[in-house]
């Protein structure tokens, strides 16, 4: 399974899910993944779960601050320095929602909203470098900006983090799509919300390898989740998924094609 020691500037590197009811959480992601969880022990630390795959970071849980509003995956950038990046992410017309702070010596971050309303957070590295394992089942294989005005949210990315978009070629009546570039390499996309996904707002998207995307519907349902897109293929990407956890997270499973 692919392992990583670090991520290039602009690179997606971690994704949590805030639950309005974590314990359930945990318990679905641990079953449906195979996950293992381990409780942050620092009072300060408020229950933050961290989710493993042979001893491996791989993603994390916690409960949300104040008021319970709703449950969510939240994508992470890395950035080589999250305040100067915050400072860009205003340049480039972009929201810092929280300003940067560190995370005892795991690293220092901010959350923040691009000009379309989608929200992401940016990660600067210290001990924690973000997800050790991924590309393989169970681990995260890629990240999507949806959002109601593509062109907007390309121009800021490229502003803020310095990335290339590129528009990817897809097959004849299939939505178009762009891809987030770093030193060259694909490493998340933009997706333009269109008139079948109804009132979606903004948002980042985690997409999490599986082994088979029918077992996992059918295994997420058994636990309590909801299939909101049933399995479907997308030409030379794989078969993909939409599912929401028991406590309302949105997130998507993909199988990719066979080498």
Not at 175 to 181: A, D, F, K, T
């Amino acid at each position: 399974m692919p392992e990583f020691t670090a991520y290039a500037h602009g690179t997606p590197c971690w994704t949590d899910v805030t639950s309005t009811h974590l314990p359930r959480a945990v318990e679905f992601y641990r079953r449906l993944f195979g996950w293992d969880a381990e409780v942050a022990t620092e009072p300060e630390a408020g229950g933050y779960t961290m989710f493993k795959l042979d001893g491996k970071n791989v993603a994390a849980g916690s409960p949300p601050m104040g008021e319970p509003a709703a449950s969510y995956w939240t994508t992470y950038l890395a950035s080589d320095d999250v305040d100067d990046t915050a400072d860009k992410i205003r340049a480039a017309g972009g929201t810092v929602l929280m300003d940067p702070f560190d995370v005892f010596d795991a690293g220092r971050m901010t959350i923040a909203q691009d000009p379309t309303g989608a929200s992401f957070g940016v990660w600067q590295a210290n001990r924690h470098i973000g997800a050790q394992l991924a590309n393989d089942p169970g681990t995260m294989n890629w990240n999507e900006c949806q959002t109601r005005d593509a062109e907007a949210a390309a121009a800021f990315y490229e502003a803020a983090f310095g990335v290339v978009v590129k528009p990817y070629p897809m097959a004849e009546g299939r939505p178009p799509y762009n891809v987030i570039e770093v030193d060259g390499r694909g490493v998340a996309g933009i997706f333009e919300i269109n008139e079948h996904m109804g009132d979606t707002l903004p948002n980042w998207s985690t997409v999490f390898a599986v082994a088979n995307t029918d077992e996992t519907v059918a295994k997420a349902k058994e636990l309590g989740g909801t299939a909101l897109v049933e399995g479907m293929d997308l030409p030379d990407i794989g078969r993909m998924a939409i599912l929401q956890d028991p406590t309302g997270a949105v997130f998507q499973v993909l199988q990719p094609p066979p080498e």
